[in-house]
């Protein structure tokens, strides 16, 4: 793929807040899925899970995120990944000091960016929804506390297809060359 292609493709990948109730099948949420974790990662540690809830289990993933009338738009979504920062016991050789992870978080957002452009190359719209400091989510799931849940993606074919306009800071703010 030449660059110019490339940003086309950035240009149309937008958040999608209104998904059809077209299903979505498990092999190309799988699919979506198995793309996104070739994300580089610090030291590749990879310290990251995606969990995508399924069945009945899926229908409460659902009715949690949008309780109390909160992102209504999420009650079409045909999929939600759950993406899981697990922070325990990772550290970083600085020097031979062993420090915990510092880049974490960066893994876990590049791991993110790597699943909505999957989504977006396999026709599927995708919003990120972020969870910070939500807990109600971890005995759903099964998991420990101390395994985070930063964000969540949910995913669906969009309702329709129209592109809106990138709204980003004029180039000349978001770059500089310097000599
Ligand atoms: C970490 C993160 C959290 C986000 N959380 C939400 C959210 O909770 N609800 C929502 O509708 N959009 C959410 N978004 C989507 C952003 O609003 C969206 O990416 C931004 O406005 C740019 O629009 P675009 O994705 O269509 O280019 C989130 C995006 C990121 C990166």
Known sequence: MDLKTLE???LQRQSCRDFAETPLSHETVEGIC??????????NAQPWKLLVPEGEKFKEVIDLITAEGRRPFVKRAQAIVVVCEDV??????F???????????????ILTAHLILAAKAAGVGSCILGWKNETALHPLLGIPQDVLIPELVALGYPAENTIREKRRKPLSEGLSFLR
């Not at 325990?88 to 050789?93: A, D, H, L, M, S």
Request: glycine share 12%; proline share 9%.
């Open 8 to 10: 086309k493709f950035f």
């Open 34 to 43: 198995r793309a996104a974790l070739l994300a580089p990662s610090a030291v």
């Open 88 to 93: 325990r016991g990772r550290t970083f050789n």
């Open 95 to 109: 020097g031979g000091n062993h420090v915990p992870n510092p880049y974490i978080e960066n893994d876990i957002g």
